[in-house]
């Protein structure tokens, strides 16, 4: 079993989907991550992490990311296989 803690050493493979997920779909709107983090008022070194899958983000910050990507959060979860 995974741990889902914000420091656990083993990424959970849903974090690490739910991040590549962001990471893509940031791209596809040629957006830089300093902008998504700007943008959804989250820190970017917190972004990176989220996308990296290394923190166990809160549907908020999910919630935020997907309005500044402008896509609903189904489509990131969908994006993600989850």
Known sequence: MHRVSGNSEQKHPDLVALGRAIRALRKDKLMSQEALADYSGIDRSHMGKIER?????????????????????SDILIAAGL
């Open 53 to 73: 899958g290394e923190r166990n983000v809160t549907m908020l910050n999910v919630a935020r990311i997907a309005s500044a990507l402008n896509v609903k959060v």
